[in-house]
């Protein structure tokens, strides 16, 4: 949104509450949603070894879910375009981290854009109440009617690049005004303190009735170092600090009694091992070719990688001849053990988990394996610890949310929830309606109940 259209957004939301109050009406509420990537529920629901007292604090004084049902694949951008929207990826539209890009036009890119979002957003539902929202580092939001938005962006690790989310980021200069008020010119790449410090200046600053915030330092020293380890802690313990930041920021306005906290994460994790590349037989058996700099110049099918999961595209859907032997070579492949391979879906099974709708397979992975993508070599070991984007009703791959504020009961664990209750929750609170086909809100249990 542009600066002139965002003064008038949030002239007309003070307006609007201005006049809700002298009728006598409630002052519209106010929601923070903040992700923290890669966040397992063990985290809050088990005791130690994390020391996580905000976490563990605001858990207690409301409710939680003991896990979080995602979605197919289990990474960044679907389950975070799920939870401000209520329906699964195959509706939403943003199918997995990256478009599918066999020939590597694309320069290594992802879904980072708003206009990719084929239904109704909750800050997109908020916004059009007149009330006033903010996102800072949401996946798929360059571009977002947003009124406070620094998107999450980033090419290169290059200085410039900087540059190009200032542009990126409205209403325009906003980064340069937080640096101002901070002293220091931000760096490049951002850290989540750079982060959550400018979400917590917009909200004690401008005050918008909802706020988004994605900090994913915690999902880094997962896949670097692997889920548990020293590094993975100390991280879970730094982005629970952060949270505390952006609590300080709301108790700061005064807001507390009519804020509520919502705490996500898109996933859980697993270590991983070794990386399978189909691609390589499907190259070896002509249905795949690569030019002289060993780039994919045609392919009848292609495997495109998503962690624990591998989706299968074939170039032409419709011929039944290449379809029976990519189903051939995915049953060969599954067959022999050192392929890690557990299950391969067909359409049917990824229609029915709201999967990509233009995959005609997916790779299933077992525990310790990862898809891959290149086509040079079938296996090799993985270059990171820890992975996801395995099935999400694994347990292991379950995310996360707690939730408390004057809109919720201090009521324990919800048990499991599904991610798709998410956003409609929050949509209720703010009483606006999201897609026909978004789910329904979560049923919060009275003060004193429990799944147990």
Known sequence: MRPFAMSLSAAFAAIMSASMLAAGGPEPRHVVMISIDGLMPSVYTEPGPSKVPTLRRLAQEGTYAAGVIGVLPTVTYPSHTTMITGVAPAVHGIYENHPLDPEGRSGDAWYWYARDIQVATLPGAVGSRGLSTAAV??????????DFLMPEYGRTFYPETLHLLRALSH???????????RGTPLPWPLTDADRTGLAAWIFRTHRPHLTLLHIFETDSAQHDHGPGSAEALAALEQADEHVKIMLDAIAETGLGDRTDVVIVSDHGFLPIQQQIHPNRI???????EVDESDNVRRWDAYVQGSGGVGFVFLNNPEDRSIRSRVETILTNLAADPANGILNVWGEEDLRKMGAHPRASFALDMKDGFYSGSRHDVLRTPTSSKGGHGFDPMREELHASLIMSGPDVPKSGSLGV???????????????VGLSERADEPLALKPAGTSTR
């Open 171 to 181: 209403p325009r200069g906003l980064l340069d005004t937080y640096e101002a008020v």
């Open 282 to 288: 499907f190259k070896e058996e002509g249905l795949l």
């Open 137 to 146: 580092s949401w996946p798929a939001t360059v571009g977002s009617d947003v």
């Open 417 to 431: 929830v599904r991610m798709t209750q998410i956003a409609p929750t929050v949509a209720a609170w703010f009483d």
